[in-house]
């Protein structure tokens, strides 16, 4: 069980290089995954993607990866002189198209991308990768752990509300059957009101006032809402792939919530049935954080 939430960073080097890698993940419906990358890493951008499919299934992750060369000759590179001095020109034509005095600076030249180039041989791909790679895997277990921390706390948070929830629907269940028996003995005597004795005394008309009376029976809802219950704690002890499911077990929850609230007429039921409700949307905007 993981959270969606979270951060890691990691590290590897060489004589040649070294790598540091951050990963940042936010809540999202699917996987994303953004990379900022230096261009000498270009090549190796769908390795670091797939690696990360690999290992998350959901959220919007964020890779950011600094690659500095600790062999001077492995980062060797020389001015572009030519290049320079053409920049340098278009950039003085265009101070003086503009009408500005401000004379080109040295720190204005330095902006410019492609200024230096490297020299000699290329980066060798297969040590680059190599360093990526155990950088990457290093971030990735420090999120991991992070996420699942964070997952865990989440679990405890909702196991708490669960017992909340718990305790009002065993309160609810008191209520009801009071509220069931109360129901009928005042239906039985509004029309004991309105009839004679003779009719009083008819057993079809007491079963009738039961039917009636049992619309206000919220029994088969608290038997499902409970079933539900039993649902959520097996899935918060499962592993991965749990958000989905907790958030259709609480839509169902909610439901029955709903329709036992539209058939009690008990003030303390309907109270009960608030708290009930309002656990669930806390647990739901919980859940939301979960893979």
Known sequence: MQSMTGFGRGEAHDEN??????????????????TRLPKELGFIENIIR?????VFIRGKLSVFIVLKP?????????????LAVVYYRKLEELSVHLGRSEPVLLQHLLQIPDLFQSEGERPDEEELTRLTRESLSAAMDQM????????????????NR???IEQALNEIEQYSRHNTRQEFEKLKERIYRLIDAEDRRNDRLEQEIALIADKVDITEEIVRFRSHLQQ??????????????????????????????????DIETARRIITVKEEIEKIREQAQNLV
């Open 17 to 34: 290089w070294e790598i540091s890698t951050e990963l940042k993940s936010v809540n999202n419906r699917f996987l994303e995954v953004n």
């Open 50 to 54: 797939d690696e990360l499919k690999n």
């Open 70 to 82: 600790i062999n001077i000759t492995a980062g060797a590179a020389h001015l572009n002189e030519t």
């Open 144 to 159: 991991l752990a992070m996420r699942r921390s964070e997952a865990e706390a989440i679990r405890t948070d909702m196991i």
């Open 162 to 164: 669960l017992e909340i």
């Open 232 to 265: 959520m704690h097996q899935t918060l002890q499962t592993g991965n792939e749990v958000g989905k499911r907790i958030t259709f077990i609480l839509q169902e929850m909610l439901r029955e919530a709903n329709t036992a609230n539209s058939k009690t007429t």
